[in-house]
T-cell receptor, first 111, second 115 residues
Framework: QKEVEQNSGPLSVPEGAIASLNCTYS??????FFWYRQYSGKSPELIMS????GDKEDGRFTAQLNKASQYVSLLIRDSQPSDSATYLC???????????FGTGTRLLVSP | DADVTQTPRNRITKTGKRIMLECSQT?????MYWYRQDPGLGLRLIYY???????NKGEISDGYSVSRQAQAKFSLSLESAIPNQTALYFC??????????????FGPGTRLTVL
């Protein structure tokens, strides 16, 4: 089992809808989680981090963490075509030596 | 100015050539990383360094070597390039003092093509 898993997509949503991106992880000791956005051919860009159970909101983005279920999600409200990108979930490995990345979910927002 | 820079941004080379990709950062971070990204395979860690004297292999280090010339500089070398090393290469940095809450910051990437 991969340490961080994501559905590769594509996830297609219409403009203005809520996009829900999901990520599961295998390491129960993971304490921090990160969501990156990556446009095609560009570098990953951090958009959200979350460390505690529950929700964390930043503008149109909400990260949700459920440590008991080993599940972290990213909600994008009022999705825009400019949100079309690949979203990477990441968590530190045991010992916090490096980040383990999922393979990413491709999001397509249609006008 | 960008905090993490990579040179060159694009490179086309031939099989067997030695190639060096360079990374510099002004973030003052002690940890630096090299990744490659291939379509459908996500980010794969090649090497990482926690300081100038601490260099570690990642999951795909064969065919690559690195040099940490200073805290701010971390170079990746392909001693004898082969076509399956064609990929997008990213350098990243992080701060060990914030390892629980901090994350990695990426450079703009180098697109390498080996013919």
């Amino acid at each position: 089992q991969k340490e961080v898993e994501q559905n590769s997509g594509p996830l297609s949503v219409p403009e203005g809808a809520i996009a829900s991106l999901n990520c599961t992880y295998s390491d129960r000791v993971s304490q921090s989680f990160f969501w990156y956005r990556q446009y095609s051919g560009k570098s990953p860009e951090l958009i959200m981090s979350i460390y505690s159970n529950g929700d964390k909101e930043d503008g149109r983005f909400t990260a949700q963490l459920n440590k008991a279920s080993q599940y972290v999600s990213l909600l994008i409200r009022d999705s825009q075509p400019s949100d079309s990108a690949t979203y990477l979930c990441a968590a530190p490995n045991t010992g916090f030596q490096k980040l383990v990345f999922g393979t990413g979910t491709r999001l397509l927002v249609s006008p | 100015d960008a905090d993490v820079t990579q040179t060159p941004r694009n490179r086309i080379t031939k099989t067997g050539k030695r190639i060096m990709l360079e990374c510099s950062q002004t973030k003052g971070h002690d940890r630096m990383y090299w990744y490659r990204q291939d379509p459908g395979l996500g980010l794969r860690l090649i090497y990482y360094s926690f300081d100038v004297k601490d260099i570690n292999k990642g999951e795909i280090s064969d065919g690559y070597s690195v040099s940490r010339q200073a805290q701010a500089k971390f170079s990746l070398s392909l001693e004898s390039a082969i076509p399956n090393q064609t990929a997008l290469y990213f350098c990243a940095t992080s701060d060990s003092q914030k390892r629980l809450t901090d994350t990695q910051y990426f450079g703009p990437g180098t697109r390498l093509t080996v013919l």
